[in-house]
Each structure stands twice: as C-alpha cells, then as structure tokens.
C-alpha cells in the first residue's frame, strides 16, 4: 500500500485544515487507519484512528472534539478535518495503514511520507 498525505500547510490559531491521504496499490477497506504526528524534537505520537469499516474512531485526547477522521473505501481515502487549531498542533501529520491494534505506531505497516502543517499564534 502506497500512502500520499496532502493539505497540510501554514494557518493561523483558530483556523482549520483538511488533511487527505490517498491510498494505491492496494484497497483499503481490511486497514484500519491512522494519523500520527512528529513535532521537532519530539517522539511520533498518536492523534486519531478509524477501524477499516468505519464504524469506529479513536482520537487522542489532546484533539478530541476538535478533530475528526473518517474515510471512503469506495474512493481509498482518508481525511482529518482539523478545526479549531492550535500552534501546539504543529508537526509532520502522518498517514498510516495497519491490520492490528491501532495505538502503537509499532503495529502500523505502511506510512505516508507525512504533510507539514504549521499554526502560529
């Protein structure tokens, strides 16, 4: 599985951003999928997973309620709608794909080659 990450960029606080990953290769409908993020100087953390059906989602605490993932198997995409922005949001937002649990980036097989997005104050 091939995974692009696109729309990252430079926001103010308080905007929003919409990040798309596009998978190829391979569908993605048996992958659960996830967001993860590096700030500088920082480790990869996690920030939002969806099951392969859809049905579930799982986000980290620091974006609940400001965040949502989702995806269209039909169109082998995922999407992070980012609202309510904050600068400690600013990192390299991954895309990844993985057939196991979906908070350890260690379970994760594929990965994007990540979309910077940068929010100032």
């Known amino acids: 599985v091939q995974l692009v990450e696109s729309g990252g960029g430079s926001v103010q606080a308080g905007d929003s951003l919409r990040l798309s990953c596009a998978a190829s290769g391979r569908t993605i409908s048996a992958y659960n999928m996830g967001w993860f993020r590096q700030a500088p100087g920082n480790e990869r953390e996690f920030v939002a997973a969806?099951?392969?059906?859809?049905?579930?989602?799982y986000y980290a605490g620091s974006v609940k309620g400001r965040f949502t993932i989702s995806r269209d198997n039909a169109k082998n995409t995922v999407s992070l709608q980012m609202n309510s922005l904050k600068p400690e949001d600013t990192a390299v937002y991954y895309c990844?794909?993985?057939?196991?649990?979906?908070?350890?980036?260690?379970?994760?097989?594929?990965w994007g080659q990540g979309t910077q997005v940068t929010v100032s104050s």
């Open positions: 990844a794909a993985t057939r196991r649990a979906i908070y350890s980036d260690i379970n994760y097989d594929y």
């Open positions: 969806i099951t392969s059906s859809g049905i579930n989602t």
